[in-house]
C-alpha cells in the first residue's frame, strides 16, 4: 500500500508541474508569436529582414510541447472532452466505473499503442538527425521524442486515476485517503 500511495502522489506531482509548464509555454508561445508579427511587418518597413524560420518553427514547436505536457494534467483533472449529458447526471460511483472500465478498455491501450507506433520513427528521426527542411529550422528529433514522452506521462496518469477510482468504487478508505478524483467546476458550454 505504502508503495501505491507513493506511485499516486509521485505521478500527481509530475501531472502537475507538466501542467505547469504547459501554461508556461503558452505565454512563451504567444510572445515568440508576437515578435514574430512585428518583426515580419517591421521588417518590411525598414526593409530588412528581422525574423527567421527559426522563431517561427520555435513557435510550432512550443505549440506542440503545450498540448504533450498538458495530456497527463488534462487527465488528472478531468477536464477532458467528453459527452456528459448522462454522465453529469450519474452518482459519483457510476460515474468512477464508467471511467474505471474506459481508461482499461480504451486509454491504456491507445497509450500503449500510441507509444508503441511512435517508436520507430523517432529512432529513425534521431539516427538521420533529422532538421527542418527550411534554412535556419530546428531540429525535429528532440520534439518528435516529446511524443513519447506525452504518451508516457499519460498512462503514468491513467494507472494513477484506474488505483483512485477503484477506491471510489469500493469505498476503500485507504486509498481514498490518497486522494480520490477532485471535485471540478462545471465545464464551459458553447450553445
Known sequence: MRFIEWYVKAVDALSEALGWLSQMLVILTV???FYNVVAR???????TQLSSNLYIELQWYLFSLVFFFG???????????RVDFLYAKWP?????????????FFLIPFTILGIYVTIDPVLFSWRLNETSPDPGGLPRAPLKTMIIVAF????????????????????????????APEEHEEPLRIE
Do not use: C, P
Not at 92 to 104: C, S, T, V
Not at 158 to 169: A, C, D, H, N, R
Open 31 to 33: 510572445i515568440i508569436g
Open 41 to 47: 511587418y517591421l521588417g518590411r518597413f525598414m526593409e
Open 71 to 81: 495530456f497527463a494534467y488534462i487527465l488528472k483533472h478531468g477536464i477532458n472532452v
Open 92 to 104: 459519483k460511483k457510476r460515474q468512477a466505473l464508467i471511467d474505471f472500465w474506459g481508461h482499461i
Open 152 to 179: 508516457v506521462t499519460l498512462l503514468l496518469q491513467t494507472i494513477s486515476e484506474l488505483i483512485k477510482l477503484y477506491g471510489v468504487i469500493t469505498d476503500n478508505e485507504r486509498i481514498l485517503a490518497i486522494g
